[in-house]
C-alpha cells in the first residue's frame, strides 16, 4: 500500500498508539483481497498524461512507444489524457530547466490522487549532462518520483520496462531489483528513518511552505 | 565572399561618407570582415543593406561574443548575406565594457538596435541581452527571453560560472569524508 | 441591455495557451488576445527548456561538445553535428576524406526524412488526422533502425567526429538501405492518397497563414517555409558544402504561400532526400571514413598495442584534446528547418571559447505572429503546425 495512503487512514482513525498501531500496520501489510484487484485494475489501466519536455519526448510516449512497435496498448496506457486532472501517470521526458520546474510542479499537483510520476531519462532524473545553471539537477529536487528510467534517450523498450516496474509498484508489490538478485537485501539507505515513517519536523514545514506558496 | 580589393573597396567607400567607422578589415577562414566602432553601427549597416552593387539584404545571424581578457570586451557580430551573388560578409562591432573602466558598476554597454533595418533582430537582439546585459537602444520590447524574467546575471559573460552541483558517490564520502 | 451586448462582442481576452498544450509541439506559451474566436495579437514566450548548452560547451574540450550540441534541436541531430564538426574543420583547416563526405551526406539526408516524418505525424495529430502518426512512426522506425545499425544509438548517435565520421557502416547497411530507398516513394504516395483529397485537411490548410515572401525576407525566415512562399532559396544548392553538387536533386518551391504550400514542399522534400541517398549509396567512394591526421583524429585502436607515437597521440587527444588556434567561424548548413549556422570562437585553448548556434526555429518563430494574426484560433493551430518549431533549438 502506498505510505501517503497508510498516513491518511492513520490520521482519520486518530491516533494509534503501541500494540494497536503495531496490529493495524500488520493488518495493512497483509493485503486484503479487494485491495489486490484494486491494485491489478488501476495498474492495468494507468492514463499517462501527453506530457513532453525535449529530446526523451520523440523516443518515449508520448511518441515512440505510443506508435505501433513498441505498443503501450498492450497495458493498456494508450489513453493520453491532455489535462492533468484526469491523467494518473506523469512521465518527465525530458531535462525541467529553471524556468519549466515550477510549470511541471503545478501540474503534478493538479494531478488527483492516486497518481505516479517516472521520471524517464537522465535529464530528469539527476540533471543528465547538463550540470549547468539553467537545468534542474534532477526532478527528485521538486517532485516525489516513483521510478526513473536511465537512458538519454532510453529506448521504448527501457520505458515499457520501466512502466512494468511502475504497474508491479501499483499492485502493491514493489521490484526490489538488483538486492533481490544479489541477496543484498539489507543495504538501502534511506533519507528518514524508513519506508513508512514520518517527514523530519524540517522537513514537514517545508511541504507546508511549499503547499502554501503554489496555492497562493 | 567580396575578396581583398573588394573589402578595401568598401571600406574606402565607407569612410567617405561616415568617416572613422571601420576600424579594420581581415579575412577569417574565407569570410570577409568589417571591424567596426560600435558606436556607428547602424549608419554602415545601413549603407551595407542599401546602396547598388552591395546589397547586403539578409542578416542571417546576430550574436555576440566575449573577448574577456582583451579590451573592448564585447562584439556583436552580424552575418550578412547577399542571396543574389551569393556572399556573405561579417560585421563586427567592438564594445567595451562600463563598468571595467572605472565607473558605476552597474551600467551595461549600450549599442543602436537595427530591428528597423532588419526585422528578423529583434528576438535575437532580445537573446543577446539576455546573455550578455548588453542594450539595445530603440528596441521595441528588450526584456529577458530564454532565461526567467527575474534572473539576475549574464550567464554567457566568461566570468559567470557555470553552476550545477557537483556530483559526490557514496563510497567517496564515506571514505575520503 | 444594448450597451451589455455591444461590450459582450467587442471585449479582447487575453487567453494563455500553456507550455502544457497537446498542440504546442514541445514547451511553447503563447499569449493571446482573442476577440471571439479572431486572434488579435500573439506573443510567444519561450525558454521552457533552456538548458545552457553554449554555456557548458564553453567547459569542455572540443570534442565532448558534440554530445552537447545534438541534443540542441533534438530532431535533426545530424545536422547540429555537421554544422559544430564544419565549423571547426574550417578553423584547423582539416580535409575530410571523400567517403566521409558521401556517409554524411547519407545520414544527413536520412535526418532530413526522420524529421519531416515526425512533423508530419505530429501536425496530422494536431488538425485531427490522428491515423498519420502511426503510419509516419512505421517508416521513421526503419530509419532509426539504419541509425542504430551503423552508429549503436537511435538517436543522439555522435557519429560525426571532427575529421569525417566515426566509424565506417556495417556489412548489413547497404542492402537494408536500398529496401528503405526502395520503399520510400511509395509510402509517401500512400501519405498523399490519405490527406491530399481529404476535404477537412484542405479547407483546414488552404489559404491559409499566409505572409509574403518578402515579408519572411525581412523577418529572417529560411527553410521550408520560404519555400513555399516561391523563393528558391537552398543552402544546399548555394553554397555547395559536403560534396551536394555531385548529387542531381531539384528543389520543391510552392507558389502561395499558404500551409498546403508548405505541407507540399516538405513531402516533395521527402522524395528528393531519397533520391540523394541513392546517388551517394551507388557512388559511395571507397577510402577511409575519417581524416589522417593524427593531431585531431583518434588513431585506429588497431594500432594501438603496436605504435608507439599512436599511443601518444591516443593519450593526448583523450586526456586534454586538440589545441585549435584563436580563430572565429560561421558556418551555416540547411536543416529541416532552415539554415543552421554554427560560431565558433576559439582562443588557442583545447576548448572554445563560445559556441552559438544560429537556429531556424528560433528566427522562423518570429513570423508565427503574422501569420496567425486576424485570423481563427483553430487556424493558429494549424500554422503553428506547419511552422514545425522545435523548442529545443529555440531555447537551446
Redesign the interface.
Known amino acids: 500500500m502506498r505510505d501517503r495512503q497508510l498516513r491518511a487512514r492513520d490520521m482519520l482513525r486518530g491516533d494509534l498508539e503501541g500494540e494497536e498501531l503495531e496490529r493495524f500496520v500488520e493488518e495493512k501489510v497483509v493485503m486484503t483481497n479487494f485491495e489486490k484487484m484494486l491494485g491489478w485494475a488501476r495498474s492495468n489501466s494507468v492514463f499517462p498524461l501527453t506530457f513532453g519536455l525535449a529530446c526523451c519526448a520523440i523516443e518515449g510516449i508520448p511518441m515512440a512507444a505510443v506508435t505501433a512497435r513498441y505498443d503501450i496498448a498492450r497495458f493498456g496506457a494508450e489513453a493520453g489524457r491532455a489535462s492533468p486532472r484526469q491523467a494518473d501517470l506523469i512521465i518527465l521526458s525530458g531535462r525541467v530547466s529553471i524556468k519549466m520546474a515550477p510549470v511541471v510542479r503545478r501540474l503534478y499537483d493538479q494531478m488527483l490522487e492516486p497518481k505516479w510520476a517516472i521520471s524517464m531519462g537522465a535529464c530528469s532524473s539527476s540533471g543528465g549532462m547538463f550540470s549547468n545553471y539553467a537545468v534542474v539537477q534532477g526532478a527528485d529536487k521538486f517532485m516525489p518520483i516513483d521510478i526513473h528510467v536511465p537512458g538519454c534517450p532510453p529506448r521504448p523498450e527501457a520505458v515499457l520496462y520501466g512502466f512494468n516496474k511502475l504497474q508491479r509498484k501499483i499492485q502493491g508489490n514493489p521490484d526490489q531489483g538488483w538486492r533481490q538478485r544479489y541477496n543484498a537485501a539489507g543495504t538501502e539507505e534511506w533519507a528518514r528513518g524508513g519506508p513508512r515513517s514520518e517527514p523530519s519536523p524540517e522537513a514537514a514545514e517545508a511541504y507546508e511552505v511549499a503547499r502554501g506558496l503554489i496555492r497562493a | 565572399m567580396p575578396d581583398a580589393p573588394g573589402l578595401e573597396l568598401i571600406r574606402g567607400e565607407i569612410e567617405q561618407d561616415h568617416p572613422g567607422a571601420v576600424l579594420d578589415t581581415g579575412f577569417a577562414q574565407e569570410r570577409a570582415v568589417l571591424v567596426v566602432d560600435s558606436a556607428q553601427v547602424l549608419p554602415v549597416l545601413r549603407w551595407l543593406r542599401d546602396s547598388p552593387g552591395h546589397e547586403y539584404r539578409f542578416l542571417s545571424s546576430l550574436h555576440a561574443a566575449d573577448y574577456l581578457p582583451a579590451s573592448p570586451r564585447f562584439a556583436i557580430h552580424y552575418e550578412l548575406l547577399n542571396r543574389d551573388r551569393v556572399e556573405r560578409l561579417r560585421v563586427k562591432a567592438l564594445l567595451a565594457d562600463p563598468s571595467s573602466a572605472g565607473g558605476a558598476t552597474e551600467a551595461l554597454p549600450e549599442v543602436d538596435s537595427c530591428v528597423e533595418l532588419f526585422p528578423t533582430a529583434d528576438f535575437q537582439e532580445r537573446e543577446v541581452f539576455d546573455f550578455f546585459g548588453i542594450v539595445f537602444r530603440g528596441h521595441p520590447d528588450l526584456t529577458r527571453i530564454l532565461l526567467p524574467e527575474d534572473y539576475v546575471g549574464w550567464p554567457q559573460r566568461r566570468d559567470f560560472p557555470v553552476g550545477g552541483e557537483p556530483v559526490t558517490f557514496t563510497h567517496s564520502e564515506r571514505r575520503y569524508g | 441591455m444594448a450597451e451589455l451586448t455591444a461590450d459582450r462582442t467587442t471585449e479582447v481576452m487575453t487567453v494563455n495557451i500553456?507550455?502544457?498544450?497537446?498542440a504546442t509541439h514541445?514547451?511553447l506559451r503563447l499569449v493571446v488576445d482573442l476577440e471571439g474566436e479572431v486572434v488579435r495579437d500573439l506573443e510567444p514566450v519561450?525558454?521552457?527548456?533552456?538548458?545552457?548548452?553554449?554555456?557548458?560547451c564553453?567547459?569542455h574540450p572540443y570534442w565532448k561538445v558534440i554530445?552537447?550540441v545534438e541534443?540542441m534541436d533534438?530532431?535533426s541531430y545530424f545536422f547540429q553535428m555537421e554544422a559544430y564538426c564544419g565549423a571547426v574543420e574550417?578553423?584547423i583547416?582539416l580535409e575530410i576524406p571523400p567517403r566521409a563526405k558521401y556517409l554524411r551526406t547519407i545520414f544527413l539526408e536520412l535526418n532530413r526524412i526522420h524529421s519531416h516524418l515526425?512533423w508530419l505525424g505530429t501536425t496530422g495529430l494536431d488538425l485531427g488526422a490522428i491515423s498519420m502518426?502511426?503510419y509516419c512512426?512505421?517508416e521513421r522506425?526503419k530509419i532509426l533502425d539504419l541509425f542504430e545499425m551503423a552508429a549503436g544509438q537511435?538517436?543522439?548517435t555522435r557519429y560525426f567526429q571532427v575529421g569525417g565520421v566515426i566509424e565506417d557502416i556495417p556489412l548489413g547497411f547497404e542492402k537494408k538501405l536500398r529496401e528503405f530507398i526502395a520503399d520510400m516513394p511509395v509510402r509517401v504516395a500512400q501519405y498523399e492518397a490519405l490527406l491530399d483529397r481529404n476535404e477537412i485537411f484542405l479547407s483546414r490548410t488552404k489559404n491559409v497563414g499566409i505572409v509574403s515572401r518578402e515579408r519572411l525576407?525581412?523577418?529572417?525566415?529560411t527553410g521550408p517555409l520560404l519555400r513555399a512562399a516561391g523563393e528558391p532559396?537552398d543552402l544546399r544548392k548555394?553554397?555547395d558544402y559536403l560534396s551536394y553538387s555531385d548529387f542531381d536533386f531539384k528543389i520543391p518551391v510552392g507558389t502561395v504561400g499558404d500551409n498546403y504550400d508548405r505541407y507540399r514542399v516538405r513531402l516533395a522534400e521527402m522524395v528528393e532526400s531519397t533520391r540523394i541517398v541513392e546517388q551517394a549509396l551507388d557512388g559511395l567512394p571507397e577510402g577511409p571514413h575519417i581524416a589522417d591526421d593524427r593531431k585531431y583524429v583518434l588513431p585506429p585502436r588497431s594500432e594501438l598495442p603496436v605504435s608507439m607515437e599512436a599511443l601518444i597521440h591516443h593519450f593526448k587527444l583523450v586526456t586534454e584534446g586538440y589545441r585549435v588556434g584563436p580563430?572565429?567561424?560561421?558556418y551555416?548548413i540547411e536543416s529541416p528547418r532552415g539554415?543552421l549556422?554554427c560560431?565558433v570562437?576559439a582562443?588557442g585553448s583545447s576548448k572554445p571559447?563560445?559556441v552559438?548556434f544560429?537556429d531556424p526555429s528560433?528566427?522562423n518563430?518570429?513570423a508565427f505572429r503574422d501569420m496567425s494574426v486576424g485570423s481563427y484560433i483553430a487556424d493558429m493551430i494549424a500554422s503553428l503546425g506547419m511552422l514545425d518549431p522545435i523548442?529545443?533549438g529555440v531555447?537551446?
Do not use: C
Request: hydrophobic content about 40%.
Open positions: 500553456g507550455p502544457h498544450h497537446p514541445g514547451v519561450i525558454g521552457y527548456v533552456h538548458t545552457g548548452i553554449e554555456k557548458s564553453e567547459n554530445p552537447f541534443r533534438y530532431l574550417r578553423l583547416e515526425v502518426l502511426w512512426f512505421r522506425d537511435r538517436m543522439h525576407l525581412e523577418l529572417g525566415v532559396w548555394a553554397f580563430g572565429e567561424v560561421y551555416a539554415e549556422g560560431f570562437l582562443d571559447a563560445r552559438h544560429r528560433f528566427v518563430l518570429q523548442l529545443g531555447d537551446r
